[in-house]
């Protein structure tokens, strides 16, 4: 119990109508004033101005007081701007305690009456539980100056050259082959149509070229152990069978191996073509070394081929099939994910024929026709060899539906109108857009739709129905019927085209809710990686120290993604630079006049932060590993551990303010 | 002038009274340090000669058992009057003991179990002209601290002979301790456990027996073994007495003084060590506890958040 | 006409999840009964039985524990200490005449702002059924001792 009396100021926030709709803001200020050792009540329009704060400095000088308590938003926006606050008012900034009266009151309730009895009770509970906070002390910790972006994408690139170019030393972990993600398969980029390849590729090449980063392709992170400042990562860096120190690029060994005719679909390319068993993604790839793909390579399945490849390899002895897999033991202060997304699968809407119907294609197979070094050298064949004359561009292919995606994927209005563009220079086609919505909110891409209207490309408000190869007439024979009902014409239509496009969309990659385990970090309803605050802090996670870039985090086209991977590399650069991180003091410690040593809370830890000191027979908490979650609180059998900011008696005072009729 | 000293017993079994006893041969030296002027069990001093003394004569009341009839409020009323100090002295004082458990059902209740419809206790009858009346038997059973202020607490059902010769030692000491001090230690008995080295670090329980189940290993801990021991939970001083009768704890000299409720705390922390993840795992390894209110509270009920009638203890609880 | 029976939850909920989820369920303006009042705790691990009995002594009518969904604690494995706690917790309500519905443990992530809607009416519903937890009390013993 406090020594000196208790002397409390009680702040109820109006936060514009935001509260002052529902909560009689008022009368809980009044209520407020009545309550023992409040000294001073106030209600005010917005708590967490400057003028607000500054009410709170001020008064606890001209009033001396000793506690605070503002009754506003959720703790999680501004709790640490209110302990600032105190802070800078001379007063120990853990005497604070936050009612949350407007996500979990006054945005959740609608009758008056009862919200602001909500409202009370909540309070009265902080200002008695207020009364027992003690004067606490934030740690310190040292952050490891290197970073660790997990995802080889135009977001995990830009991240690392950012870094790299401010003298820290990143690690760049990429699962594929390969860096470059989704953007290496695109053709041209909207609105400028600018070549992907020729803005991405120097990119990529700086990284390899870096001194500061170290760059893991065909790896993943397996294990993180660690916290802020502190993180320990295990890297499975999986064997490609070839030598990256040693071989040269010269990529000799595709064209020696026995393989004459490539008879494995090719992964970069959509299935749309063949690879061999020894490849090269694509023809930039970073870094410049094949891989073998013992699934599919003779010597892996029999042990019977003449390798000739690694003869073409000759003195260089690059290739290596008996290598393995390799673990890297890595130490960082900060993590950046960056791991991407992948395109909604068109399977899962057969009304539009993808798979039934070979000229049927996805966006992204598009996107490898119209490219030079695609499939087709970049010219726009079907899979029955023809040229489109027709071409029908689907738009919320999974998206906008409440049967797959809710969400709106961002990008696909644009590269709709990309493909449209790009489809008909190659072709010369009659192109149809199928849309809900023309979403061209970025700079110069309202304009790129005029460009298209003015393009004669064709746009039909309608969500399509299906695609079909039911015909009505011989008009439609040998084509794809859109059966689709043009809302501002009024009517249903077919329109028969030879090729059909479906602009999938974006959704979290399979593997994020095992990803975001690994780094103690949530995923939002949709799936998507969780950001800390979608307006103030979209690359912050829950988790200090692990910050999110690019697609991971929500669909986003590439400016907004190398954007956000600049303000994740910021991010990271400001802890690193500050060169610690102060750690939240609600941490656990042993009242070692009670413990009697039976050692039930050494086990409870999951960060190993209690053990039995031999020479007291006592167990003791290591401060610097307590993430004070308190479990080891409550198993304590004789009451022996408590924690800073989340007493026991703290708690028993709240839960006595919520329940009494006072 | 010797002090006074009065013992007195409320809803108790006796064992409490025996407790002084066993003070052996030290008995006679409390004998010759105090006055004793009020023993029920031993000496033949009447309600009546308390009465009659002036309030606050008596230095220190011991009072034993607890509170559950009307006749046991008035004489606990009465010494608190006559008394300078009141020790509630063992676990039914204390915190309401092994009659606590009536607190699951009612007094009708309690009768109804006892007497079958084979007799019916009457408060008043007349025979030969003569009123005879027997004492209210209350509802709930009360630890004698909510219904008279207790200044000191002798823990223990009953308290060791250590803890009662500390206790008196403690008790005569100028400065006195703090009022509404425990007088025992302030540690759980794994404090003093002599199997206390053999309990490994990580305890983890797939399975809870019970005594009659399976023999204890007389050397290992016994939590350790798989049987609800509560000393990790439960006041050191007794010298871990039960312990070294190869047989678990079962909590009666009640919680530290960082335990508001004892037998939610000790519930807490034998299912934090339960192993398994799943739920039917989980039960499966709790269907071993039979009876959760007998094995966490049978000494504390009363003195617990909702078995004694709820609401503050306003008098005496660290 | 007596006034309708408004039943008194205590919820202790899970920073990183329960907590941001019921934050989500306000700017997302999901609208749901105000019967409940949040405690908040870092991890459901924090969770003392001392403070599930407590809320029921003092004038609860249900008592609610929201953490995150098994393997997904932010503290790795708080919430698996607080789900066996519960279980145990459970089978000692109803002998102590407390219907075991009044408590509930519930897995709600940070993404699920709808679910804290769920939760909470359908307990608000169960406990209306059941009646205030006060008047079981009073049918079972009298509060009767005066203190001297």
Known sequence: MPDREVRIGVYTCHCGTNIAATVDVRAVAEFAAA???????????????????????????????????????????????????????????????????????????????????????????????????????????????DVLVVGGGIAGIHAALTLANAGKHVFLVEKEPTIGGHMARFDKTFPTLDCAACILTPKMSAVRAHPNITLWTYAEVTKVDGYVGNYKATVLRHPRYVDEDLCSGCLQCLEACVYKQAKVPDDFNLGLSKRRPIYIPFPQAVPQVPVVDPETCIQFKSGKCKTTCIEACGERHAINLQAESKVEQIEVGTVILATGFQTFDAARTPYYGYGRYPNVYTALEVER??????????????????????????????????????????????????????????????IFNFYIDIRTPGKGFEEFYQKLLNEHVHFIRGRVAEVTDWVFDASEEGKLVIRVEDTLA?????????????????????????????????????????????????????????????????????????????AAAAEAMALIDAGYVETEPNTAHVDEAVCCGCKTCNSMCPYHAISLVEEIRKSRVNEALCKGCGTCVAACPSGAIRQNLFEDEEIFEEIEGILSNA | MKPKVAFYWCASCGGCEEAVLDLAEAVLDVAAAVD????????????????????????????????????????????????????AFGACAQLGGIPGLANLTTASGVLDEVYRDMAVPLRESREDGATLTLPELFDAVFALDRAIPVDYYVPGCPPSTKVVADAFQALLRDPPPEPGTVLAPNQAMCDECPRRDRRPEDVKLARFYGVEERAIDPADCILAQGF?????????????????????????????????????????????????????????????????????????????????????????RQ | MPEEFEPKIVAFFCNWCTYLAADLAGTSRIRYAPNAEVVRVMCSG?????????????????????????????????????????????????QMGIE?????????????????????????????????????????AADLVEVA
């Open chain 2, 228 to 316: 609800p021991c509560l000393g990790p939970a439960t006041r050191a001083g007794c010298g871990a007495r039960c312990i070294k009768g190869n047989m678990p704890c079962t909590g009666c000299f009640g919680p530290t003084s960082a335990v508001r409720d004892y037998g939610a705390k000790a519930l807490c922390s034998i299912a934090s060590i339960v192993s398994g993840n799943e739920v039917e795992e989980i039960d499966g390894t709790l269907d071993g506890i039979a009876d959760p209110v007998g094995t966490f509270y049978r000494y504390s009920l009363p003195a617990s958040f909702l078995g004694g009638q709820a609401g503050n203890l306003p008098h005496g």
């Open chain 3, 46 to 94: 924090r969770i003392d039985v001392q403070f599930i009995l407590k809320a029921f002594a003092k004038g609860a009518d249900g008592v609610l524990i929201g953490g995150c969904h098994p393997g997904d604690c932010h503290y790795q494995e708080g919430n698996y200490k607080a789900l066996r706690r519960y279980r145990l917790v459970q089978r000692l309500l109803p």
């Open chain 3, 100 to 140: 075991e519905e009044r408590l509930r443990l519930e897995w709600i992530s940070a993404a699920e702002g709808d679910r804290v809607r769920v939760v909470i009416n359908e307990m608000v519903e169960t406990l209306k059924r059941l009646g205030p937890l006060r008047k079981a009390e009073g049918e079972r």
């Open chain 1, 490 to 566: 009024g009517f249903v239509r077919r329109i028969p085209v030879d090729m059909v496009v479906l602009a999938t969309g974006l959704e979290p990659r399979a593997d994020a809710a095992e990803v975001r385990r690994l780094f103690n970090i949530s995923c939002g309803g949709e799936g998507f990686f969780l950001e800390r605050h979608p307006k103030l802090a979209p690359v912050n996670t829950f988790t200090d120290g692990i910050f999110l870039a690019g697609c991971c985090q929500g669909p986003k086209d590439i400016p907004d993604t190398v954007a956000q991977a600049g």
């Open chain 1, 369 to 430: 026709l119209v490219n030079a070094s695609g499939p087709t050298g970049g010219e726009v064949v079907m899979r029955d060899g023809r040229k489109p004359q027709t071409v029908g561009i689907v738009h919320c292919v999974g998206s906008r539906d409440e049967n797959t995606h809710r969400w709106c994927s961002r990008v696909c209005c644009m590269y709709s109108l990309k493909l449209a563009h790009l489809i008909k220079e190659h072709t010369g086609a009659e």
């Open chain 1, 35 to 145: 309550l023992p050792h409040v000294v001073l009540s106030r209600e005010y329009k917005y708590m967490c101005s400057e003028p607000g704060q500054d009410l709170i400095r001020q008064d606890i000088r001209d009033h001396n007081l000793n506690r605070i308590v503002v009754a506003s938003c959720s703790p999680h926006l501004h709790e640490h701007t209110f302990r600032t606050a105190l802070k800078v008012g001379g007063l120990n900034p853990y005497y604070f305690h936050m009612v949350n009266i407007r996500e979990q009151v006054s945005w959740v309730h609608t009758e008056r009456a009862q919200a602001t009895k909500k409202a009370k009770d909540l309070v009265r509970a902080a200002v008695r539980r207020v009364g027992l906070h003690e004067p606490l002390e934030r740690g310190r910790v040292a952050i490891h100056p």
């Open chain 2, 36 to 87: 004793i002027v009020f023993w029920p069990v031993a000496l033949d001093f009447k309600e009546a000669d308390v009465a009659g003394m002036d309030d606050g004569a008596i230095a220190i009341s011991f009072v034993n058992g607890a509170v559950r009839t009307s006749h046991q409020l008035e004489m606990a009323r009465l010494l608190r009057r006559k008394s300078k100090l009141v020790v």
